[in-house]
């Protein structure tokens, strides 16, 4: 679910889409000691659709207009344990960690942000299956896969993900007609080269607000609030330095 980062100031460099960390200072420092970067990648800002109901639940200012998703930065990364502490120690720096959104206000303004975490919030539909590489090399979206960032979603086997917002119309490469996005939508690859395609490749897309994660799928497994397909064990792996921010 995503979890407000109140303390958590952000510039965001719109030509470029990118964000950077300004504050708190002492919150930044702790995270850089650990190998966080504190800058990303968004999406491109799409309109609010959240009612007003649900903007109070998640406690959104009233001037909140567009958003975004933010890609965290995680090339310094290899352990999934050292990555898991720091996704608990704190919502900044499961921000970086994770990733989460960011909203803007008419002016461009950055005016809430919030950190994804597994819980209560957003309530997903059942996997679908992914549409193959035309779509994962579409215009507008073939720059925008990044390596899967949630411990619990690399531990599922996915290897890059994005996030499609919602009313977005993504063109197929080599496609007149554009495959309709409704509802924000998170998609999965399980490899790294974008002209191969994976049975297991999926997609969820936002069903509602306020209740648990849900999806349904014989066989799945529970990874990160989403139903992956079943993946083999991992091998035993050696124990990690666990950095925490606090």
């Known amino acids: 679910a995503p979890v407000p980062v109140s303390a958590l100031d952000l510039e965001v460099e719109f030509s470029k889409l990118r964000f950077y960390a300004k504050g708190p200072a002492r919150e930044l420092e702790a995270l850089q000691r650990c190998g966080v970067a504190l ?13 007003a109901k649900d903007r109070s639940a998640w406690h959104l200012p009233p001037n909140a207009a567009t958003y975004a998703w933010a890609f965290p930065n995680l090339t310094a990364f290899e352990s999934d344990r050292s990555l898991g502490s720091l996704c608990t120690s704190s919502p900044i720096a499961a921000f970086f960690v994770c990733g989460g959104y960011i909203y803007f206000d008419d002016a461009h303004r950055v005016v809430a942000s919030r950190a994804l975490a597994v819980g209560l919030g957003l309530s997903f539909g059942p996997r679908s299956p992914w549409s193959g590489a035309a779509l994962s090399k579409a215009e507008g979206l073939k ?9 619990a979603w690399r531990a599922g086997g996915a290897k890059l993900y994005t996030w499609i917002g919602p009313g977005e119309r993504i063109i197929p490469d080599g496609a007149k007609d554009a495959t309709p996005f409704p ?13 191969e395609t994976d049975s297991r490749d999926c997609c969820f897309s936002v069903q509602g607000f306020g209740a648990p994660f849900v999806s349904v799928g014989g066989g799945d497994q529970w990874v990160g609030g989403l139903l992956f397909p079943p993946v083999a064990p991992p091998p035993a792996a050696a124990k990690a330095k666990t950095c925490v921010v606090m």
């Open 39 to 51: 800058w990303g990648t968004i999406t491109p800002p799409v309109s609010l659709t959240i009612q």
């Open 143 to 151: 720059d925008r896969w990044r390596p899967v960032a949630m411990p």
């Open 183 to 195: 509802a924000g939508t998170f998609a999965f690859l399980f490899h790294e080269d974008l002209d």
